[in-house]
Nanobody
């Protein structure tokens, strides 16, 4: 099993930056693809970005391409999401997620079997 804990959320003005972190622990924390999702009030959870377990491949939703960067430090077992040029529409609770060991990432929440508790990101206009 793997446990995920996010940090780094907060309140920022439009145009600002935040970096989210997601620390993994547990016997099978390694070898998992990972992703970030977000959920705004009254909306469904949506895909933001994903990365292969080696870090060699990434995927982003169109609205964050060029602004967000996902990365992984396997030595530290930590996933990151660098968010630049933030917009009010980026406001949401952000969740990190991990797939089963050696399984590839996807865009559906159903493809992930471990989730963090979420961290709030609020972007003011």
């Amino acid at each position: 099993q793997v446990q995920l804990v996010e940090s780094g959320g907060g309140l920022v003005q439009a145009g600002g930056s935040l970096r989210l972190s997601c620390a993994a622990s547990g016997r099978t924390a390694s070898g998992r693809a990972a992703g970030w999702f977000r959920q705004a009030p009254g909306k469904e959870r949506e895909f933001v970005a994903a990365i292969s377990w080696t870090g060699g491949r990434t995927d982003y939703r169109d609205s964050v391409k060029g602004r967000f960067t996902i990365s992984i430090d396997n030595a530290k077992k930590t996933l990151y999401l660098q968010m630049n040029s933030l917009k009010p529409e980026d406001t949401a609770v952000y969740y990190c997620a991990a797939t089963a060991v050696y399984r590839d990432y996807g865009r559906s929440p159903n493809e992930y079997d471990a989730w963090g508790q979420g961290t709030q990101v609020t972007v003011s206009s």
